[in-house]
């Protein structure tokens, strides 16, 4: 079993909270940043039973200095920076929140690591938001990127952030780039969450319909817990690389809310509502990711089909829904 340190931003995320689960069944010790500007953000960690587990310490991606103490004083060796304003509706509200938060906030971490630890190994969440207005009909790492949203270009912007400090200053540094994958510890804000909710307040008699946006729009979905072995194998490579990390299928909105539907002997087309309120200014209609270098190179492939993580969804969000009303 090893002993190394990891650091990761972002544990309180879906992400974040597997990636800490993951670690510590390797021995790792795991040391938590969060940022205290939201109210309770501990929850994930809590439903996976490890926050008792990781140390958790308060720094902020906008801030150098916090970093630097936060490298220095966990000795860390693995990197993960999971943090960002991570949502895409909101970049559009927020963008500059979101490229400081986002962009300028992984170079920050960069430079720490720089600094204080360049031996490091480190980990950047790139994202097939990336690829935007795709290129080609499957996107892999040569896939050229056509960013749709503030939050898309503010993570491009970190991920060559990463390329080029590799690059210039020998870094071990490597960036996944993720396609969409989800969770039950997935926010209530992202598509495939709020559609897993609706059925559970449906479901139980709390919520007539679902007002949606594209329901047209494709993604490439799998599970997040599947996902984060995938960032840390990439760490464990003897040289650091960019990895497209995906199951290789696409899936529209429409169908998910089937299937989602369909697990409690719903049919979704009677609840589902098309509401233009939630179209983004510029949509992505489709992404599906080939994962190939990530099999060959990693030994790493998707293990959970996507009905399983609906289902998985859905029945987890019935639960929350059943003790609320039990509260």
């Known amino acids: 079993m090893s002993s190394k340190h990891a650091l990761i931003t972002g544990v309180t995320g879906q992400d974040g909270a597997y990636l800490a689960r993951f670690l510590l069944g390797r021995g790792y010790s795991v040391h938590g940043v969060i940022a205290r500007r939201g109210t309770d953000t501990l929850w994930r960690l809590r439903e996976l039973s ?5 140390e958790i310490i308060d720094a902020d991606l906008i801030d150098l200095s916090s970093l630097i103490r936060a490298l220095e004083r966990t000795k860390a060796e693995e990197i993960y920076n999971l943090a960002a304003q991570s949502f895409v509706a909101t970049s559009w509200d927020q963008p500059l929140l979101t490229a400081e938060v986002t962009a300028v906030g992984a170079l920050r971490l960069l430079e720490a690591m720089r600094i204080v630890n360049p031996k490091a190994r480190f980990y950047q969440a790139s994202t097939s938001e990336m690829f935007g207005k795709i ?5 892999d790492e040569r896939t050229p990127f056509y960013p749709r949203s503030p939050y898309a270009v503010s993570k491009l912007f970190a991920h060559w952030s990463t390329v080029n400090y590799r690059e210039s200053f ?44 594209n329901v047209d729009a494709q993604r490439d979905w799998g599970f ?22 995906a199951t290789g299928k696409t899936t529209s909105v429409r169908e998910m809310c089937r299937i989602a539907f369909a697990h409690v002997g719903l049919k979704s087309e009677d609840y589902v509502v098309v509401d233009p309120r939630y179209h983004r ?27 399983t993580l609906i289902h998985m969804m859905v029945d987890a969000d019935i639960e929350r829904v059943r003790r609320s009303l039990r509260a």
């Open 135 to 139: 290129q080609q009909p499957v996107q």
């Open 50 to 54: 490890v926050l008792d587990d990781i």
């Open 170 to 213: 020998n870094l071990h540094a490597s960036s996944g780039i993720l396609f969409n994958h989800e969770s039950p510890l997935r926010g209530i804000e992202f598509v495939t969450r709020k559609v897993t909710d609706a059925v559970a307040r449906i479901n139980c008699g709390l919520q007539k319909e679902l007002r949606l946006g």
């Open 224 to 245: 997040a817990g599947d996902y984060v072995e995938a960032m840390w194998a990439m760490l464990q490579q003897p040289e650091p690389d960019n990895y497209v990390v």
């Open 281 to 307: 200014p510029a949509e992505v209609d489709v992404l599906i990711g080939n994962a190939a270098k990530a099999k060959e190179r990693l030994g790493w492939s998707p293990k959970t089909p996507l009905e």
